[in-house]
């Protein structure tokens, strides 16, 4: 009875009535997708690492590793004294650490990675079998040094190696194989190494795990693509880490690199009046798990078409903000901060938008994403930005302000709102904005 249950359950995915829960299949797809792609750096490493059979033609090298269960591999260490109790501790609520999933056993998680040099060249090799050997592994060449543009005209011919590693789950040790992509380019990233190792100073190392997934789930009798990325700097799906585009199959898919911005776990978005929740994905991807909600006809979301989510704002007085001081008008959101010199070259243009268009129909509010009220303040006396504005601390987490339920990650940023509260322009250029007003209004 219930493999007939769970049959039908499975039918109803394909099907065209939408107002159920889905749990739909995703593929492994190389490479970054519609995804910014992203890497993780290697550090130089202060515990001992043991290996074996470096190639004699290497001028010099450095041995790094990089774990692909963080989880595992911190407990073990606190388990054989590396690291204190306490120390333990604010790792495990950083990572959100569950030791009961986890084994008192030694878990080989990590990968060794060489660097180094021969003949002129940087090489990097990878314990790609995972026995402490690198007698038997390829030798990667890399020219160098090269110009910053040379290396992102390189990036995407840059070889992928296939690496094993054990994995502790579901009470098993398992051997699991992911595909990552070292490089020893940091490009115009501004990075030291706080170490007395004159040749560890010298080599940067990094590493990607090129790999997103995707699916198809029917909605109404619409095809839609599921696109998942995990950030492409671990080998795992972590909740916290994953981006979600959902796209009908008829129009070309949402790309970060287009700007658009990708939903998370526990984002809703709206399918013809309907609200769905992304609710979960499976750790190693393979499935993703969408509920309904039910009917919505004013969507909630962050881009346009959309309507406005809640927020908190307050004021560089701290007088408290919402959109309904303004309920009647077209509201402008300017995203900003005294740190951020494109910023400041747009404020010519955005008192040339308050002057023609402020009134009783139209309102500009800046919002300062900054560390220091007064500074602030004092910026925009001196540049007499004679506007409404607020205030966001970036040296304080605040899940409800309006930088994180926007998913404000550039700056400048603007947002258009509409009398209604429905989001009409987003990022658009001056000139695009000012057309919009100028129709509007």
């Not at 959309?306 to 309904?324: G, R, T």
């Not at 747009?346 to 300062?368: G, H, M, Q, R, T």
Request: overall charge negative.
């Amino acid at each position: 009875m219930k493999r007939i249950i769970y049959l039908i359950f499975i039918l109803l995915i394909g099907c065209s009535d939408s107002k159920t829960d889905f749990r739909i299949k995703l593929d492994s797809q190389e490479g970054y997708g519609t995804f910014m792609p992203g890497r993780v750096i290697l550090w130089p490493n202060t515990d001992s690492l043991i290996y074996k059979n470096i190639p004699k033609d290497i001028d010099e090298y450095v041995v790094r590793s990089l774990s692909l269960q963080p989880s595992q591999y911190y407990w073990n260490k606190y388990l054989d004294g590396s690291i204190e109790k306490e120390q333990f501790e604010n790792i495990a609520k950083y990572y959100r650490i569950d030791t009961t999933k986890l084994t008192n056993e030694t878990v080989d998680c990590e990968v060794l990675f060489l660097i180094g040099t021969k003949s002129n060249k940087r090489i990097i090799i990878i314990d790609t079998d995972n026995d402490e050997d690198f007698g038997n592994e390829k030798i990667l060449e890399y020219e160098y040094p090269l110009t910053n543009e040379k290396q992102k005209e390189i990036e995407s011919t840059l070889p992928i190696v296939t690496v094993h590693f054990d994995y502790f789950e579901n009470s098993q040790l398992i051997t699991k194989e992911t595909k990552v992509k070292p490089s020893p380019y940091k490009g115009s990233l501004g990075l030291t190494f706080n170490t007395d190792n004159e040749i560890e100073k010298k080599y940067f190392l990094f590493a990607s795990f090129p790999e997103h997934k995707e699916g198809h789930v029917d909605f109404n009798g619409v095809d839609y693509i599921i696109c998942v990325s995990n950030g492409f700097s671990r080998v795992n799906y972590a909740t916290n880490r994953l981006s979600v585009f959902i796209t009908p199959q008829s129009d070309s898919l949402s790309s970060e690199l287009n700007g658009d911005i990708p939903y998370e776990i526990g984002d809703v978005f709206n399918v013809k009046g309907h609200d769905y929740l992304i609710d979960s994905v499976t750790n190693w991807g393979d499935e993703i798990f969408i509920k309904y909600l039910g009917e919505n006809t004013k969507p909630v979301g962050i881009t346009e078409g959309h309507y406005m989510p809640k927020f908190e704002a307050k004021h560089l007085d701290n007088s408290v903000f919402e959109l309904k001081q303004h309920h009647d008008k077209y509201i402008l959101l300017d995203f900003w901060g005294t740190w951020c010199n494109p910023c400041i070259k747009l404020i010519p243009e955005l008192k040339k938008i308050n002057s023609e268009y402020s009134n009783d129909k139209f309102v500009l509010v800046s919002v300062a994403y900054d560390s220091d009220p007064k500074k602030v303040t004092d910026f925009i006396s001196r540049e007499n930005m004679n506007w409404e504005h607020l205030f966001v601390n970036q040296n304080q987490e605040d899940k409800n302000s309006l930088i994180e339920k926007l998913k404000i990650s550039s700056y400048p940023s603007t947002i258009l709102i509409a009398p209604d509260g429905k989001i009409i322009a987003r990022n658009k250029t001056m000139n695009e904005l000012e057309e919009i007003l100028k129709n509007a209004l």
